[in-house]
């Protein structure tokens, strides 16, 4: 079965600063997708970037963008430019390839703050 | 377009009782999901749909039942709720492309008490 970890409980950041969140997983499949959510304390999950396993270059959203590293099966977030409204619990998720349920695997999560 | 909706917003059960948390999705998606998230902690996977009349376990399925007789809707049923099944639940959906992501309602916080 997949895992995925996520060995930061908590970080913070200043406002305007560059942060990067964790994630590596564990699989045994070549194709599959992964994916960053953002919860805020609406409690709404938030698609903020996905990452196609097949696709060497990684992906970027605005400033969000990831280092997928598959070798290493790691995939971390990059949040650039900071503001007080990136402040939420961000999960990394996995889910297998074409075939299947297209399941959605999460990781424990880590809180964000930001510092004025 | 409403997405999916989940009703209700917040319950609150006594130990033994029954309820079913509604979810519905108006965006014609074949694959829906049942998860709960618990505090601090993600979310895990309770049942999944891939179409009407099709539903299978996922990796916490145990005091739920689920059944899809339509498209649109993907009702989770608590029997005998006990504490443990105090979480938060989330309805996704998608199209169920390798491609296409999930989205997700808004949640339904049910305390047991």
């Known amino acids: 079965a997949q895992t995925v970890t996520q060995s930061q409980p908590e970080m913070s950041v200043q406002e305007a600063e560059t942060v990067t969140l964790s994630c590596t997983y564990d699989?045994?499949?070549?194709?599959?997708?992964l994916f960053w959510y953002k919860q805020p304390p609406s409690r709404q999950m938030i698609l903020v970037i996905r990452?196609?396993?097949?696709?060497?270059q990684n992906a970027t959203e605005n400033r969000f963008s990831v280092n997928f590293q598959k070798a290493a099966k790691s995939f971390s977030l990059k949040i650039s430019d900071s503001q007080l409204g990136d402040a939420a619990m961000y999960f990394c998720?996995?889910?297998?390839?074409?075939?299947?349920?297209?399941?959605?695997?999460f990781g424990q999560g880590t809180r964000l703050t930001i510092n004025p | 377009n409403a997405g999916v909706t989940q009703t209700p917003k917040f319950r609150i059960l006594k130990i033994g009782q029954s309820m079913t948390l509604q979810c519905t999705q108006d965006?014609?998606?074949?694959?829906m999901y049942w998860y709960r998230q618990d505090p601090g902690m993600g979310l895990k996977l309770i049942y999944y749909?891939?179409?009407?009349?099709?539903?299978d376990k996922g990796e916490v399925p145990n005091g739920y039942n689920v059944s899809r007789s339509t498209t649109e809707d993907f009702p989770l049923r608590l029997e005998l709720a006990a504490p443990s099944q105090t979480s938060v639940y989330f309805c996704?959906?998608?199209?169920?492309?390798?491609?296409?992501?999930?989205?997700f309602g808004p949640g339904t916080r049910l305390t047991v008490t």
């Open positions: 749909s891939v179409g009407a009349g099709i539903t």
């Open positions: 996704a959906s998608s199209y169920g492309k390798a491609s296409y992501e999930q989205y």
């Open positions: 965006m014609n998606h074949n694959y």
């Open positions: 998720a996995y889910r297998g390839g074409i075939q299947g349920a297209q399941k959605l695997v």
């Open positions: 990452q196609e396993a097949y696709k060497q």
């Open positions: 699989t045994s499949e070549s194709d599959y997708y």
